[in-house]
């Protein structure tokens, strides 16, 4: 069974940073689009940023130039660079895998595996 496990959540203060992790396991970690979504309280879940198996990485409009997504297919680990966070990051990170082979999806409905989620709360 596909395992995806996040650290790095907690609490920090706005203007802070975080960095949270993502480790596979039980997949081919290198044929995957790894991808970051987050869910506040009464809302939807929301597109944070991909990263494509070749490195190619996309971001929601909202965390563009603030985070970051990089990824280590030897140690099956994806990571997800926050700066600058604002009290409006707060939520429940999750990151997620997609088996498409061309581009990343936007849509939690695109990814087939999902982690358990880390919470990051951001104070003002």
């Known amino acids: 069974q596909v395992q995806l496990v996040e650290s790095g959540g907690g609490l920090v203060q706005a203007g802070g940073s975080l960095r949270l992790s993502c480790a596979a396991s039980r997949i081919t970690f290198s044929r995957y689009v790894m991808g970051w979504f987050r869910q506040a309280p009464g809302l939807e879940r929301e597109f944070v940023g991909a990263?494509?198996?070749?490195?190619?990485?996309y971001y929601g409009d909202s965390v563009k130039g603030r985070f970051t997504i990089s990824r280590d297919n030897a140690k099956n680990t994806v990571w997800l660079q926050m700066n600058s966070l604002k009290s409006e990051d707060t939520g429940v990170y999750y990151c997620?895998?997609?088996?498409?082979?061309?581009?990343?999806?936007?849509?939690?409905?695109?990814?087939?595996?999902w982690g358990q989620g880390t919470q990051v709360t951001v104070s003002s």
């Open positions: 997620a895998a997609d088996s498409r082979r061309l581009g990343a999806g936007t849509e939690a409905d695109d990814y087939d595996y």
């Open positions: 990263i494509t198996n070749g490195g190619r990485t």
